[in-house]
């Protein structure tokens, strides 16, 4: 170990190191013996912290990448080290005299096996082509987030979710007909994952991204396959969804969680879960920066009306079952209003709630009400900001752009802009990839592989009797005029 001279703010390093021997294409790693080294000639990074509370560094543990030229000195190093409760990601030089490695550590044998890290992307998913739609329809109504039965009345969520996905299925075709005859989020989500990926790659973090959609293609269980083929060993999961609702997220992680419980593998694996990051600094800059560019395409920016439409959720999940999705939506509204004023724009600014569907009551304002409203007060200029998803999608491309567009025209409007969804911008997906490499350190395993759940042993008699029977109780409740029309169309 190397002597550090007292009151220099030294570091001391323990755990995995990868290394690189002559540039070969492998990384191995090797246990590091603890060794300590001056904090700011070797890590500037590290530098200012050390500096300031004068105090050695004491890194957990380190996942650590190196080189080593071709007579075995250390060249360079980048690392990711969890310190205390921050995660510090940065690069250092080393040479032999400033940092003690063991000489035979650099000269072990390559091919020993590795971390292996996966991230798991979750999305909602949507019909490919029109013929999907009602199945999809019937997987998004049959999961009990979306609609929430009272446990009494759980039998009946799959003759209802078939009945009601039948009735909704051509309003909705009309709408994916309209945008090309499919939904973009399989490719949109695809590449997203793709340039995340690679933004890890730049940031010296090898990883195997996958995707997992809730309702269609690819699902959730043949992503966990893959992973399970893969051989992860380490996981975190970034649902696509800025803010968390138990009806995105929240209905993933526990379809996730259910898959988890029963398979020991999952359940020994080390799994990070990033519930949301709608307060991200890259993420609010990236939405303030496609929002000041959008702005400049109006003739008098400064008199634009701001106007944020997140997608709706039924009142009683936030009133009833606590689910933050309102609260949390309006932070980061105030967010990206703070970001803007830095920049020296205080527009005025609005935010409402779209796509409700069925007869219960969802959040408010309504967007389509509030457009018209605008309208009547004499508003002139319109910016609509999608800002509860991160792709463009059926309620972007054809609810904003087309329906609520023409209501905003209709109703007096004369300047209609949209802010285009952050799909792959490049401040956007770096930031997810600092997200996923700052949730690493915090990788934990799941309590139990044992299955605690009941849906195993469901008797198949009792099912049919109850399927028979929800079947025929759902069709007399729907067939009640209002129910049938709520769902039928859209409210709108
Ligand atoms: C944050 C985003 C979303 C929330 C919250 C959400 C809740 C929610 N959605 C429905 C019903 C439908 N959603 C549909 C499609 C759809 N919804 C979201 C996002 C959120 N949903 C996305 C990204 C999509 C997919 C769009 C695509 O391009 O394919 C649909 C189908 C389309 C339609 O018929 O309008 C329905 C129906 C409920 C009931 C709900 C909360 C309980
Ligand atoms: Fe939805």
Known sequence: MEAVGSGVPHLKLSGFCHQRINNS?????????????????????????????????????????????????FTESSFQAPIKNRHLVGKA??????????????????????????????????????HDVQPFLFNLFADPDIIRLPRLFRFLQRPLAQLISMLRAPKSKEGYAAIGGGSPLRRITDEQAHALKIALEEKNLHANVYVAMRYWHPYTEDAVRLIKKDNITKLVILPLYPQFSISTSGSSIRLLQSIFR???????????????WYQREGYIKSIADLMEKELLGFSKPEEVMIFFSAHGVPLSYVEDAGDPYKDQMEECIALIMDELKSRGIANDHTLAYQSRVGPVRWLKPYTDEVIVELGQKGVKSLMVVPVSFVS????TLEEIDMEYKHLALQSGIENWGRVPALGCTSSFISDLADAVIEALPFASTTSSAKDTSKDADVDPVQYAIKMFFGSILAFILLLSPKLFSAFKNSVI
């Open 262 to 276: 029963k398979d020991a593998y999952f359940a020994s694996l080390p799994i990070s879960i990033i519930e949301s």
């Open 93 to 130: 030089f080393f040479s032999n005299k400033a940092c003690a490695f063991d000489e035979k550590i650099m000269r072990m044998p390559l091919g020993i096996s590795q971390e292996r890290v996966g991230v798991l992307l979750l999305n909602l998913g949507g019909p490919d082509t029109l």
């Open 392 to 395: 463009e999608h059926i309620e």
């Open 25 to 73: 294409p492998e990384w191995s790693p090797h246990r590091m013996r603890a060794f300590t080294c001056n904090a700011i000639s070797s890590f500037p990074y590290l530098g200012e912290d050390s500096q300031r509370s004068k105090q050695p560094l004491e890194i957990v543990s380190v996942s650590h990448h190196a080189s080593a030229d071709r007579s075995g000195n």
